[in-house]
C-alpha cells in the first residue's frame, strides 16, 4: 500500500508572483489547493443502460493558505487589496509551490486574490494569523525533479488503473 508523506506547510516554498510567502506561513497551518470542479461529469441514458462520461476543461483552482499578521508578505497583499479597491484593478500574478525535496510541484496561473482575510487583533498578536483566498485561473502539477517512483508503486497503481479501465458493467 502507498501512502502520501506528511508535510508541514512551512516545509514548503510559495510565492505570490514577487513576493515570497514562505517565511509567512504560519505555525502548524496547511496550503490548501482545491480544484474548482471535477475531473468528469457523468450522465445516465433514460433507460439506465450506457452511462456517458465527459472530461471537464475546468483547470481552475482555489488555494487557501494562513500567513503570520505580523509578516513582510501579509502585509504586502494587504496593499495589494488595498491598492485594487482604490484604483478598481486586479493584480494578476503566478503562484508556485514546491515541497522542499518531496513529490510535488504546482505551479497556478492567473491567481488574484479573491477574499480580504477578516481582521483579528489579540494581546498576543504573535500567534495572530491572516486565511488568504487566491482564485486561479489554471492549476498545473509538475513532476519534481530527480523523483523516482519505486517500481513496485507504479505497477501497482498501473494494474490498479488498467483494471478499472477495463471492467465493463452487464446487466
Same mark, same amino acid.
Given at each position: 500500500?502507498? %501512502?502520501e508523506p506528511i508535510h508541514a506547510a512551512r516545509l514548503n516554498n510559495i510565492? %505570490? @508572483?514577487a513576493i515570497n510567502l514562505t517565511g509567512a506561513l504560519s505555525? *502548524? #497551518?496547511y496550503i490548501e489547493i482545491a480544484p474548482n470542479s471535477e475531473l468528469t461529469s457523468? #450522465?445516465?441514458d433514460a @433507460?439506465? %443502460?450506457a452511462t456517458s462520461i465527459s472530461l471537464m476543461s475546468d483547470r481552475s483552482a482555489t488555494i487557501t493558505i494562513q500567513l503570520q499578521a505580523q #509578516? !513582510?508578505?501579509n502585509t504586502a497583499l494587504s496593499r495589494i487589496v488595498r491598492d485594487d479597491f482604490n484604483n478598481n484593478t486586479k493584480t494578476i500574478a503566478n503562484i508556485s509551490i514546491d515541497g522542499a525535496g518531496t513529490l510535488y510541484l504546482y505551479e497556478l496561473a492567473g491567481c488574484y486574490i479573491k477574499a480580504r482575510p477578516t481582521e483579528t487583533k489579540s494581546e498576543d498578536m504573535a500567534t495572530a494569523t491572516n486565511t488568504? !483566498? %487566491?482564485y486561479c485561473s489554471e492549476l498545473k502539477e509538475k513532476d519534481a525533479d530527480g523523483f523516482t517512483f519505486n517500481a *513496485? $508503486? $507504479?505497477a501497482e497503481i498501473t494494474g490498479s488503473i488498467e483494471a478499472t479501465l477495463e471492467t465493463r458493467y452487464v446487466f
Amino acid at each position: 500500500m502507498y %501512502f502520501e508523506p506528511i508535510h508541514a506547510a512551512r516545509l514548503n516554498n510559495i510565492a %505570490f @508572483g514577487a513576493i515570497n510567502l514562505t517565511g509567512a506561513l504560519s505555525k *502548524d #497551518s496547511y496550503i490548501e489547493i482545491a480544484p474548482n470542479s471535477e475531473l468528469t461529469s457523468e #450522465s445516465q441514458d433514460a @433507460g439506465s %443502460f450506457a452511462t456517458s462520461i465527459s472530461l471537464m476543461s475546468d483547470r481552475s483552482a482555489t488555494i487557501t493558505i494562513q500567513l503570520q499578521a505580523q #509578516s !513582510v508578505a501579509n502585509t504586502a497583499l494587504s496593499r495589494i487589496v488595498r491598492d485594487d479597491f482604490n484604483n478598481n484593478t486586479k493584480t494578476i500574478a503566478n503562484i508556485s509551490i514546491d515541497g522542499a525535496g518531496t513529490l510535488y510541484l504546482y505551479e497556478l496561473a492567473g491567481c488574484y486574490i479573491k477574499a480580504r482575510p477578516t481582521e483579528t487583533k489579540s494581546e498576543d498578536m504573535a500567534t495572530a494569523t491572516n486565511t488568504w !483566498v %487566491f482564485y486561479c485561473s489554471e492549476l498545473k502539477e509538475k513532476d519534481a525533479d530527480g523523483f523516482t517512483f519505486n517500481a *513496485d $508503486v $507504479v505497477a501497482e497503481i498501473t494494474g490498479s488503473i488498467e483494471a478499472t479501465l477495463e471492467t465493463r458493467y452487464v446487466f
